[in-house]
Every structure is written in structure tokens, then in C-alpha cells.
């Protein structure tokens, strides 16, 4: 399992050329588009370069321990770099930028799209999209060694971060064999998964406490043994928590016995995201995902998703 060795060999040929690479993570950063993001950043210092991290939203205060989080920029961005990479990106709205830079994606720009999501259409002049892996980190570890790249206990502990959030720390059906064989390659390097464990999974703020009890309160499971939970702006508003505090919500709500498959309807600037997740090795929630284009709307050929949505927000 690798990536297309010609791809990953003109995109190595793209970053010694080039001097300035913005590094750019999806809004609502998680851990795997940001353990991407800082590996690379890390990798490509060393490689000389001079990379620059690029997110439209703030970053989560669990993952402070990262080094070089600090680095990354929210300001007016300005496209004059000589390279770009965009990481865990599965979709272009998902960065907040194909609104104002939409040149950034229509492949005029030499753009690396690195991801793992089934819903990628491949908007980068470079794409490696690996659907059946965990993780983007995993992605990039196999891109870095194929390019003789140093991983050394900084990179190692960015890429286990992704590894161990996009599996839900290995519990996720998406845990295979070859996920535990590359997170066992990278504690061998040094990875921090100490760290990692406690600050993402075993430390949580009063608001998220708050908000996730918004979420637990409405859960609810239909016939059909789907769990369901729906979190409105308003609940955000009143429990103080940011739509990052969300991460990890979908996984405990997947722990309802006999649940097919679970899923938190979110709002967010007037629209709905839906996070699935599934425990069960014949629930492709990916594929049921692609059903609704990513947010609910009024044209959905199913109305689950809108009925749970609309019982929620009538406070029924």
C-alpha cells in the first residue's frame, strides 16, 4: 500500500524547486489535518525550505503540546508562494477559501492535494488521495518515506496524532493492520503517544463537558438502529464551546448498543454538518455521507437527516 510513485515523485521534484510552501488545514481543524500540517512543516525545515502554516480557524488548545502549533497564520492570505499543500482536505469549501481564492483550486496553482476521503475530486495540479487508509498522516508518512524524507521524534509525533484521532485511538473500525504497523514504525521513531492520550483524549474543558451533555440529551436512536444527536448554534452560543469542542462527540454517541451507525447533526454559519461514525465492518458510512453532499439540505432524497433536525431545533 503506497502512493503513486510517479506522483509523489514530481511533487518531490515541486518542493526542491520551490523555497516558500503554505501548508494549508481544513476549519475546524482536527488532528489528523493538523498532525499533517505540522509534520510537514517540521520535514520540510529540515529539508531547508520555508514552509508556512495556514488555517482559517483558530487552533484547538489540545493540541498545544504540538510543537509549532503557534505557527500557524490566520491573516489576509496573499498568493505568492512558491508551492501550496493542502492537507485532510476532502472537500474545497472545506478550507474556507474557495470563495475568495479560488484560484487556488482550479489548478492554476502548483497545489498538492494530500487526503484520504472518499469525497475528493482530485482539485489539485498534484494529488495523492488515498481513500482506504485511516488517515492524511498516514498519507504523508508513506509520501516522506518514499522521498527519503528524515521522520524524526517531532514529525513521528504529529503523524501518530492523526493516526490515533481519525481512529478514534485505535478503537474505529478503520484500525487495520497496517494502521497499527505504521503507529508502531512511528514510537519507534519517539512518537509522544503519552502525550497524545492525555491531552486529546483525557483532558476536557467545562464547556465541552456542558456541550457534550447538549448532545448526549438529545440523543435518540430510530427503527432502523441509527443514533442520532442534533447541536444548534444556540447551543454553542449558550455552553461557550467552540465547533471544535465537537471532536469526539460522534464516537461516544456510536457506543449506543446496537447502533448501526451514529451521527451528530452540527450548525454552523447556516448550514448543517453531519459527523458520522460506525463500528460495524458492513456500515460504508462514507458512501451514506455522500448521499447529502456533505450538509443538509432541502434537496436530500431522505428525509432522516431533516427530521431529526427540524424535531431538534422545535425543542420538541
Known sequence: ???DLQEVQKIGNLIEASQRILIISHRSPDGDTVGSALALYHILKGQGKSPELYCIDGMPSEFNFLPNIREYKQTELT????AYISVDVGATHLTGLHESHPELFNKSLPLINIDHHYSNDYFGQYNVVMPTVASAT????????????TIDRVAATALLTGIYTDTGSFMHSNTSAEVLRVAAKLLSK???RH???????NTTKISTMHLWGRVLKNTHQTPDGVTMSVITK?????TGADYSEMTGAVDYVNSVPNSKYSVILTERDGKVKGSLRTLQDDVNVAEIAS?????????QRDSLFLVAWNKRCAGK
Open 138 to 149: 498516514m498519507v504523508v508518512y508513506y509520501m516522506a518515506e518514499m522521498l527519503n524524507y
Open 190 to 192: 519517539g512518537a509522544d
Open 195 to 201: 502525550s497524545i492520550s492525555k491531552e486529546i483524549f
Open 234 to 238: 444556540k447551543d454553542f452560543e449558550e
Open 291 to 299: 448521499k447529502y453532499g456533505g450538509a443538509a439540505t432541502s434537496k
Open 79 to 82: 498568493l505568492d508562494y512558491d
Open 1 to 3: 500500500m503506497r502512493p
